[in-house]
Nanobody
Framework: QVQLVESGGGLVQAGGSLRLSCSASGSGINIDDMAWYRQVPGKQREFVASISRTGNTQYAESVAGRFTISRSNFRDTIYLRSSSLKPEDTAVYYC??????????WGQGTQVTVSA
């Protein structure tokens, strides 16, 4: 069992920056890929960025060049540094962790609100 706890969300003005964190806990579990997703009310959850255990990253086109995902394998923690934020980045941001090919875990989400 893996528990994911996100933090770092909040209210920021357009053009500003935030850093989200997601810490995983669970003894003796090797976490593979980790990722950030986001969701606004009435829409499907969408992919934002992912990072493998070896540091390979992928980004959604909408955030490429503005967001940076990083990872501390020692702490089983990932971060999302978001800059040049836009009102359309407003969403609940969720952390996701893959364990092997079968298990997927989600955090409870953290709200990011970008004011115009």
């Amino acid at each position: 069992q893996v528990q994911l706890v996100e933090s770092g969300g909040g209210l920021v003005q357009a053009g500003g920056s935030l850093r989200l964190s997601c810490s995983a806990s669970g003894s003796g579990i090797n976490i593979d890929d980790m990722a950030w997703y986001r969701q606004v009310p009435g829409k499907q959850r969408e992919f934002v960025a992912s990072i493998s255990r070896t540091g390979n990253t992928q980004y959604a086109e909408s955030v490429a060049g503005r967001f940076t995902i990083s990872r501390s394998n020692f702490r089983d923690t990932i971060y999302l540094r978001s800059s040049s934020l836009k009102p359309e980045d407003t969403a609940v941001y969720y952390c996701k962790a893959d364990v092997g090919a079968r298990y997927v875990y989600w955090g409870q989400g953290t709200q990011v609100t970008v004011s115009a």
